[in-house]
């Protein structure tokens, strides 16, 4: 019989956590007579594509709960405001989390037909999303760069450049209101969050597609990530947060992971087993 994590699976929920685990084993128990020999057989396996992802999935419940291991580093601060004090990088980290949460879960707990629950083909199953903050194993490190400067700051994921600015500058600029430009810095700050991160899965699940499925945001930009014109967030329904589009005013309201990258995300938590 199997031990350990190999149990759970055949109860219906399979957890990587526990496939990982060292002290996974399979117990052998065979009768003769009255004799019984038990021999344990320990199973030595490793992730087969990304150690900063992991996945519990309950098909008896049809529910995925995903664990984001992500990193982060404070990158101070650019430029200066005298109406306006740099936000916290506690506080970065916090919007960070929240904002991988909040868009890549599909849990159909936003309404109006957003983020609905992921549909695969031995059903529909609810996702929800859990990042940690530099626990590892985790993903590449991102600094996180409190702005001031009136000018945009372009947040990168490119491999070894990795960063998030908070825009506050650019937003009191356009707004010239301290409160309204924080909450519109926060909405861009946490959609910057999910998006860049978010290129780490398509990076990986995506490896190889061309046109680069991660590079064009998905077909909706160039090569040298400029948006192709005319293209157009949709009026209506789910914003995917990986892609290119002229901005709508309601649109931090409407942006979520696609069904298809939050599958991706689980696929990148598959096991291996050396044995």
Sequence with gaps: MPGNGMATVIKGILDTTKLKSKSLLVRL???????MIKVDYPLHNSPEEQKW??????RKQKTVDIIWRLAVSDGGIKGSNPK?????YNDLVNLTKNGVEFYWSRNGSRGGGIGENIVTAIGVFKVNVKAEINITPS???????????PDFQASVSLSGFEKIYYNYGDSYKDIQDELQAL???NN?????SAHKMGHKVLDEY???SSPDYSWTHKGTSTLMQKTIPGNVMPAQGEIDVMKYGKYR?????????????VQGLIWLSRIKFDD
């Design 29 to 35: 128990i065979a009768l003769c007579g009255d004799m």
């Design 53 to 58: 992802v992991d996945v519990k999935v309950d």
């Design 84 to 88: 306006l004090s740099p936000v916290p």
């Design 139 to 149: 993903m590449r490190t991102f600094s996180l760069i409190s702005s001031l400067d």
């Design 183 to 185: 909450l519109d810095a």
């Design 188 to 192: 861009r700050y946490k959609w910057d």
């Design 206 to 208: 995506g490896e190889g």
């Design 249 to 261: 005013p309601d649109m931090y309201t409407r942006l979520v992971a696609a069904d298809e990258d």
